[in-house]
């Protein structure tokens, strides 16, 4: 039997871990569980997913349900796991709403405050005062206190999953003040465009994009030849992204450069809706002509998947291009759709597992966990469970690459246990240069950047 | 002597220049704020002067006395210049003139031990050959005694001293350079949004954080291994959390503020 929460609790005696004390407690089947409330990153889910399924979170398997009362798996958002840690029963209710938006209501929850982050939307789809889904805090936690599961409930995170350090994210000032339980996989992203079933040369052009492209074209279409270099490349490039919610977002910004505060020109299918105030794409529908696109502003949509979406959507014959910023997970489940979106290479590198350890392709970033600025017992468990914070860290979260990572936990033996997986071997597969990870394990890389910007280099 | 006296002249007319510069270019209703390092050195002194309106009448200012800024403690005589509203350009120049001409002195008085003592006989060199090697180290010390007190003066966090560890092998012992967010940055010239300029206190102040906070002991070794990680990570945080554009601003005032002192010590040293 795991001793985790022993081991937490004589740390939290002694001094070297501080905790507040309060933490809810949920009753399922006659057993009363501790429960402890995680968002944040949805590129990430897949192996947090993994971590709690399959790892060695909880003492023994534990039960696995879906928002809805289904089955969950590694692509799932809303989910609960309940069973025992260090002997004690606890319940892990995750609701994933972006790496931001994670960093947002953990603050909120952690400060006692209870602000939504806004920003103002213009354009022909909605114009008006946009609220990022998920604050002030994620209203979609499965609520498991009704057989079947089919409501959820609105609460107060203890932890979050964050693509980027508080550093960069929305607010550092704020986000500065969480816990840090430390870097516990590199998260890895890629440029892709739209798929074309009969394409043209502009299309047929385009395999690569750079960094100084790449900064440009985030204030506005331009042809295909600015980035193909052959003049009868007129198809105009429209780039398709997430909102302010997003690490993928602040993750693109980064490796461009480009300032975090700096406004950019986004495009949407014609047939993505508000709802809410939140852009949601439409079902996967040709895109015939310009009109089939309308300009979204600085905002973009809320998850990964509906840039997917629109990245399968049929451009042929529409003379334009869509280009977007993408998590693996997304892209990847992108290839196994009739209309896939197709990867570009970054400065002439290809996005794979091998080229990301090596430091040849630099669209990455590192994933966190956070947790509240004094988190309860519980938290500190489970955050412990996950990445050995404090059994084996001692406290001192993991802020390093390579041989000098010190990552541990059921996030990190995740990597080490699937190596013959396709998407979640994180670089432990036979052939790392061939073959692409939803995340990267931390302990293999050969170089980092100097921060959460910067271009990686070999150590 | 007479050196000593040429250097005084030229220092005080130095900084009757920047007497003259001030009172011609007293703070102006509406001037943005010109140095946010203030935040991080001193408070400023006064607050800014209201706003009026154009037709309102503008009294007449009270004669400038040298009171209002000299002070036995030098650290009080720049917030006193600053808060007269003298440009941070203009400081900057006034402390390292003074600074350079103070260290001016003691170097030449050590270059002329030091030639006194190789005109001397051997049997005396021998004798004093301990002394001889301590001028030649504080000699050797002196620019960078020089660099951190002006830091000091100006409120900049002291830099560690360069080489107060020896390098692993192999690898080169770089110096200890002042991370470009600590540069003389004017919000308004550089275009930063409210935002940006929220992400570059932030970045000040967890730089502060990391090495350690302000009143370090310049020569201690985990001191400078501190700063040197920390540097790094923070230029490139600056450049990826403004964005090129702001940072290669940024990088040319540091250049032409480099180039300013430089020419200034040469100047007090001519």
């Known amino acids: 039997m795991k001793s985790t929460s022993l081991i937490t609790a004589a740390l939290l005696a002694a001094g070297l871990v501080t905790s507040a004390s309060a933490s809810s407690t949920v009753t399922v089947s006659g057993t009363t569980y501790t429960e402890v409330f995680i968002t944040g990153s949805t590129a990430f889910r897949a192996f947090a997913y993994e971590a709690v399924a399959f790892g060695t979170v909880f003492d023994s398997a534990p039960t696995v349900v879906a928002k809805g009362g289904g089955a969950a798996s590694i692509s799932t958002s809303s989910y609960v796991a309940y069973g025992n840690i260090g002997g004690q029963p606890y319940l892990l209710n995750f609701d994933l709403t972006g790496s931001e938006a994670g960093l947002a209501a953990v603050y909120n929850a952690s400060a006692g405050t209870s602000v939504a982050v806004t920003y103002p939307v213009s354009g022909p789809l909605f114009t008006g005062t946009a609220t990022l889904a998920g604050t002030p805090i994620p209203t979609a936690f499965v609520n498991p206190t009704t057989a079947g599961f089919p409501a959820t409930v609105t609460a107060a995170p203890d932890l979050a999953f964050a693509d980027t350090s508080a550093a960069v994210s929305l607010n550092p000032t704020q986000n500065g003040t ?94 993505s809706t508000y709802s809410s105030t939140v852009l949601t794409a439409g079902s996967v529908a040709p895109i015939t002509s310009l009109a089939g696109l ?43 759709t009739g209309t896939p979106a197709t990867a570009l290479t970054l400065d002439g590198v290809a996005e794979n597992d091998g080229n990301i350890i090596n430091g040849e392709y630099a669209f990455w970033g590192h994933e966190h966990l956070y947790g509240q600025a004094s988190p309860s017992t519980a938290a500190l468990a489970v955050a412990d469970a996950l990445t050995g914070y404090v059994t084996v860290n001692g406290g001192a979260p993991n ?61 | 002597m007479k050196t000593c006296l040429r250097i005084s002249i030229a220092v005080n007319l130095m900084l009757v220049a920047g007497l003259v510069f001030i009172w011609s270019t007293r703070p102006k209703v509406g001037m943005p704020a010109k140095s946010s ?8 002194a006064q607050p800014r002067p209201a706003p009026v309106g154009p037709a309102a009448a503008r009294p007449e200012p009270a004669p400038f006395r040298w009171q209002q800024l000299e002070n036995r403690d030098y650290h009080i005589y720049v917030k006193n210049l600053r808060g007269t509203g003298c440009p941070e350009p203009s400081v900057r120049a006034i402390v390292t003139a003074d600074v350079a001409a103070v260290y001016g002195q003691r170097r030449r008085m050590l270059e002329e031990k030091l030639a006194r003592l190789a005109d001397s006989s051997w049997s005396n060199r021998l004798a004093l050959a301990g002394s001889e090697a301590g001028m030649r180290t504080e000699l050797q010390n002196l620019p960078a005694a020089q660099d951190r007190l002006i830091a000091d003066l100006l409120g900049l966090p002291p830099a560690p001293k360069p080489g107060a560890t020896p390098p692993p092998a192999g690898e080169p012992n ?29 970045l000040r102040q967890s730089f502060l954080q990391e090495i350690g906070g302000a009143g370090q002991d310049t020569a201690d070794p985990a001191y400078l291994a501190r700063w040197q990680a920390a540097q790094p990570k923070y230029d490139s945080l600056l450049q990826g959390s403004l964005g090129n554009e702001v940072y290669n601003k940024i990088q040319m005032i540091e250049y032409q503020q480099t180039v300013a002192e430089e020419t200034a010590r040469l100047n007090s040293k001519n």
């Open chain 1, 178 to 271: 969480l816990t840090d339980f430390g870097i516990v996989a590199v998260i890895p992203f890629t440029w892709a465009k739209g798929y074309n079933s009969a394409p043209d040369a502009s299309w047929t052009d385009l395999v690569n994009v750079s960094i100084p492209q790449l900064s440009y074209e985030l204030t506005g279409a331009k042809k295909a030849s600015y980035f193909t270099g052959k003049t009868a490349d007129t198809d105009l490039v429209y780039l398709i992204g997430r909102n302010k919610g997003s690490g993928t977002r602040v993750n693109t910004f980064l490796t461009l450069n480009y300032g975090l505060s700096k406004s950019i020109v986004q495009y949407a299918p014609a047939n």
């Open chain 1, 294 to 336: 309308d300009v979204v502003g600085n905002d973009g949509f809320d998850s990964g998947g509906g840039v997917a979406t629109t990245l399968e959507d049929n451009i042929t014959g529409s003379h334009l291009i869509t280009l977007g910023y993408i998590g693996l997970p997304d892209f990847l489940g992108s290839l196994s």
């Open chain 1, 399 to 459: 802020e390093a690459l390579g041989s000098r990572s010190s990552a541990a936990g059921a996030l990190e033996s995740v990597f080490g246990n699937n190596a013959s997986s396709t998407t979640l071997a994180g670089g432990h597969e036979a052939s790392p240069n061939t073959q692409s990870s939803y995340a990267i394990d931390p302990v293999l890389m050969l170089a980092d950047k100097p921060s959460d910007s910067g271009y990686p280099s070999q150590f």
């Open chain 2, 37 to 44: 390092l203030v935040v991080l050195a001193v408070p400023p």
């Open chain 2, 174 to 202: 770089p110096e200890a350079s002042l991370p470009l967010v600590f540069q003389d940055i004017d919000p308004v010239k550089l275009n930063l949004s409210p935002e940006d300029q929220m992400r570059l206190a932030y």
